[in-house]
Nanobody
Framework: QVHLVESGGGLVQAGGSLRLSCAAS??????MAWFRQAPGKEREFVAH????????YYSDAVKGRFTISRENAKNTLYLQMNRLKPEDTAVYFC????????????????WGQGTQVTVSS
């Protein structure tokens, strides 16, 4: 059975940093990604990583501030978030797919429960 479990969220001041983790169990995945959903807004793509090549891709909103990475030995995905802004406040979700998924959330088969990130001004 597949499980994705996020951790690392919390409350931080603007300009601060947080690192999110997503521990995967049950299988390994070709594509893994982070999405987020702010109150009253649709879920949006943040970043994704292709395990085989290490290729990463970021939304314009987080490019240059966030870094997605993966530790294969632990089957864990990370999101290092620096220079956080109040507009980064959202529930952050880890997602995984066994095949091409890109930036569309409907292409991802497995989801974590989410972790809250709140950035105060």
């Amino acid at each position: 059975q597949v499980h994705l479990v996020e951790s690392g969220g919390g409350l931080v001041q603007a300009g601060g940093s947080l690192r999110l983790s997503c521990a995967a169990s049950g299988r390994t995945f070709r594509w893994m990604a982070w999405f987020r959903q702010a109150p009253g807004k649709e879920r949006e793509f943040v970043a994704h990583l292709i395990s085989s090549s290490g290729y990463t891709y970021y939304s314009d909103a987080v490019k240059g501030r966030f870094t997605i990475s993966r530790e294969n030995a632990k089957n864990t995905l990370y999101l290092q978030m620096n220079r956080l802004k109040p507009e980064d406040t959202a529930v952050y979700f880890c997602a995984a797919s066994t095949m091409y998924a890109g930036t569309n959330d409907d292409k991802y088969d497995f989801w974590g429960q989410g972790t809250q990130v709140t950035v105060s001004s």
